[in-house]
C-alpha cells in the first residue's frame, strides 16, 4: 500500500462524503486527503483478484464514481457577466454551455452567473480579488462518474437528458439527480461530474453507488478521473 501522506501532518479538511472502499494510493493536497485509487482498480489487485504478482491484470473501464470534492471551484455573479472575462476565461454565450480551458472549465448558468470548476492536474489559481467571486469548495459536494457504462448508470439516479444527441458537449444541466438540486456537466459519453449542496454528500454517494450497483458502478480514486478529462476537448 502507497501512502503519498505517509509522515506528514493529518488532514483538517474532511470531504462531505466516503465510499466505505480501501485506498491503495493516497495524497495529502492542501489539507485533504485525496484517494489516488482504491483496491481493485487500475491494475491493483483487489479482493477477487487472485495473486497480487500477476502481470495480465488490466484497467477497469468503469462505471466508477470519484470524489472531487477537494477540487476548488467558485462563483461567479454580474450583470453583465456575458461581456466579462472571469480569471481571463471566455464567458460562453448560450446559457447551459460549457467551455473547457486547459484546467479549468466555466459552465454559463444563467444570465448574470457562471461556475468556474478546477478540474486539471496543475495547481489551482488563487481567488481575484474581484468582488463578484466566491469560493464555493467547502460548500459544496463535488463527483465525477467515469469510465464505461456511465450512461446507463446514470439512467437509474435521474430522468433529466444528460446526454441529448441535440445538445454539444460539454454541456450544463441543472437539476434534480436522487432528488437532490444537481449541476451536472456532461463533459464526454463517459465522464459527467456534478456537484450539490455539501449536507446531501454522504446520503447521495451511498444512494448512487447503491442504485448504480446494477451497472457495476464502484469506487474510483482521482487518477481514473485525470486520465478520463485529459481527453475532453479543450475549446480556445
Known amino acids: 500500500?502507497?501512502?503519498?501522506?505517509?509522515?506528514?501532518?493529518?488532514?483538517?479538511?474532511?470531504?462531505?462524503?466516503?465510499?466505505?472502499?480501501?485506498?491503495?494510493?493516497?495524497?495529502?493536497?492542501?489539507?485533504?486527503?485525496?484517494?489516488?485509487?482504491?483496491?481493485?482498480?487500475?491494475?491493483?489487485?483487489?479482493?477477487?483478484?487472485?495473486?497480487?504478482?500477476?502481470?495480465?491484470r488490466h484497467p477497469d473501464p468503469g462505471p466508477r464514481l470519484v470524489d472531487l470534492s477537494h477540487r476548488r471551484r467558485w462563483d461567479f455573479q454580474d450583470s453583465g457577466v456575458g461581456g466579462l472575462r472571469p480569471m481571463g476565461l471566455p464567458v460562453p454565450e448560450g446559457f447551459g454551455e460549457v467551455g473547457v480551458h486547459e484546467g479549468l472549465v466555466i459552465n454559463r448558468m444563467n444570465g448574470t452567473q457562471v461556475a468556474i470548476w478546477h478540474l486539471g492536474t496543475g495547481p489551482p489559481p488563487d481567488t481575484p480579488p474581484d468582488t463578484g467571486f466566491t469560493e464555493v469548495t467547502d460548500g459544496h459536494c463535488m463527483l465525477a462518474f467515469v469510465g464505461s457504462g456511465v450512461q446507463e448508470v446514470l439512467e437509474h439516479l435521474t430522468s433529466l437528458d444528460l446526454f441529448d444527441p441535440a445538445r454539444n458537449m460539454p454541456f450544463l444541466t441543472q437539476g434534480p439527480v436522487l432528488h437532490v438540486p444537481c449541476q451536472v456537466v456532461t463533459l464526454a459519453p463517459d465522464l459527467v461530474v456534478m456537484t450539490l449542496a455539501r449536507g446531501y454528500g454522504e446520503t447521495f454517494a451511498e444512494a448512487a453507488l447503491a442504485s448504480g450497483a446494477i451497472e457495476g458502478l464502484a469506487p474510483g480514486g482521482e487518477a481514473g478521473f485525470n486520465t478520463a478529462f485529459s481527453e475532453v476537448k479543450r475549446f480556445s
Open 1 to 56: 500500500m502507497t501512502h503519498h501522506s505517509s509522515g506528514g501532518p493529518r488532514a483538517f479538511r474532511r470531504s462531505p462524503c466516503s465510499f466505505g472502499a480501501k485506498p491503495v494510493e493516497t495524497e495529502l493536497r492542501d489539507g485533504w486527503n485525496v484517494v489516488l485509487r482504491y483496491e481493485g482498480e487500475d491494475g491493483h489487485p483487489g479482493r477477487e483478484d487472485g495473486d497480487p504478482g500477476r502481470e495480465d
